[in-house]
């Protein structure tokens, strides 16, 4: 709760959402991109900034309907929300990177209808169902977190 009365506070949640946003643009693409020699491995440490990111988004957003909106609205650019939804497929297909992914979008959309309209636009909601029910999301401890009423 102090997490998300910090983040979500009047002059700190627009300072909040623009660095997560610019994290989310540049890690993403950087991250995974191919500008790197062949046979070198992916910036690792790009995605575990990314993974720790979306962790904390995850708790962000948690159960909090006003900082789901944060995630909602857009500045400049596309929200924190839709880019989450638009990241490239690693982070939906490796298994190292769908436990911060996965439980971040759930917490961003639980219970929000218009949140969950954004994500449908770029992806099935039942992908997440899928994940919560799994062995491994019912042991994510951010999707037990999840309230089931809203």
Known sequence: VLLQ???????????WRL???HLITRLSRDSLSDKSEVGSMPNTSGIHILSELFAVLG???LNNPDNQLILQSA???????????TLPFP??????????????????????????????????YELLEQYRNSDEGKLNPLVRLLKDTA
Do not use: K, W
């Open 19 to 21: 660095i997560a946003s």
């Open 5 to 15: 009365s910090f983040l979500g506070a009047e002059g700190t949640s627009l300072q």
């Open 91 to 124: 982070f939906y297909g490796d298994p190292r990177l769908i436990p911060y992914t996965l439980p971040a979008l759930l917490a961003a959309t639980h219970h929000n209808s218009e949140a969950m309209a954004i994500l449908s636009c770029e992806m099935s």
């Open 75 to 85: 500045g400049a650019g596309p929200s924190v929300l839709q880019q989450l939804c």
């Open 59 to 61: 708790y962000f957003s």
